[in-house]
């Protein structure tokens, strides 16, 4: 997603969108169109996808089973998953992805052709990025890094317990107030808004208030936010530390 540019005015504000056919104008003319050409739109076969196997071959994408079976040997014989925290403070890391492997320029013959995956994770104890390079056709974890200071794109449980910070804390009654507005809902917990958003690099602004210094050693996002079938609301504003748990307004 590509960055936009900071809001002048720290209050959120909403963003009216088209709303889709049927919401109004001409959207009954067009289904009565859509529906004519159904009528009369010749009969045809259509072939079922083909099954996902449970393996890939050479650099095809991971397969879901793949995937899973990857996390699974990630999180095996693993002390890590004792010590380290997730984004809601539970036993375990913070599950980012699961990737397949760059090519090692190193290894030969039968090494070089099998399958490997990076399960990445977040520990926010230490606010450590965790990476395990998994062997999936031995089955064991070859690698395991640790690096602070990197900052991974966030993950679908990061943006929604960010978004729940939000709407608990005090810089987030204009985030609710403008969802009232365009719903006349209140709004309680992030399950009722469409989330999308980015890691917060504090070298992209000039001035950084004092409880956003941290950012970059924390864990800190910017949440887009759009209510379901309706407009954005603008919180570009407000950043979410999610490893000191607070809340953070730019100028």
């Not at 450590?128 to 640790?146: A, F, H, M, P, W």
């Not at 609710?176 to 309680?188: I, V």
Request: hydrophobic share 40%; aromatic share 2%; net charge negative.
């Amino acid at each position: 997603m590509a960055t936009v540019a900071l809001a002048a005015t720290g209050a959120a504000v909403a963003v009216a969108v088209a709303l889709p056919d049927g919401e109004g104008g001409s959207g009954g003319a067009a289904r009565a169109g859509a529906a004519q050409q159904d009528a009369v739109a010749p009969a045809g076969k259509v072939e079922a996808a083909p099954a996902e196997g449970d393996k890939g071959v050479g650099r095809d994408p991971l397969t879901d089973a793949e995937m899973d079976r990857a996390e699974k040997l990630a999180e095996q014989n693993n002390g890590l998953r004792m010590k380290a925290r997730d984004v809601e403070g539970d036993r375990g890391p913070q599950h980012l992805s699961t990737n397949l492997t760059e090519i090692d320029p190193g290894l030969t013959g039968a090494a070089a052709g099998q399958r490997r995956a990076d399960v990445v994770s977040y520990d926010y104890k230490s606010d450590s990025v965790i990476t395990k390079t998994v062997n999936l056709d031995t089955g064991k974890v070859e690698d395991t890094q640790s690096d602070q200071g990197v900052q991974p794109p966030p993950s679908r449980a990061e943006l929604a317990e960010a978004t729940g910070l939000l709407i608990a804390d005090r810089l987030g009654a204009d985030l609710k107030s403008d969802y009232k507005d365009a719903t006349g809902k209140r709004l309680t917990n992030a399950a009722q808004l469409q989330l999308s958003g980015m890691v917060f690099r504090k070298a992209t602004v000039a001035d950084v208030p004092s409880d956003l210094t941290a950012c970059g050693e924390h864990r800190c996002l910017r949440v887009v936010v759009k209510v379901e079938n309706g407009p954005w609301i603008d919180t570009r504003a407000l950043v979410v530390d999610l490893s000191a748990r607070t809340v953070g307004r730019l100028a």
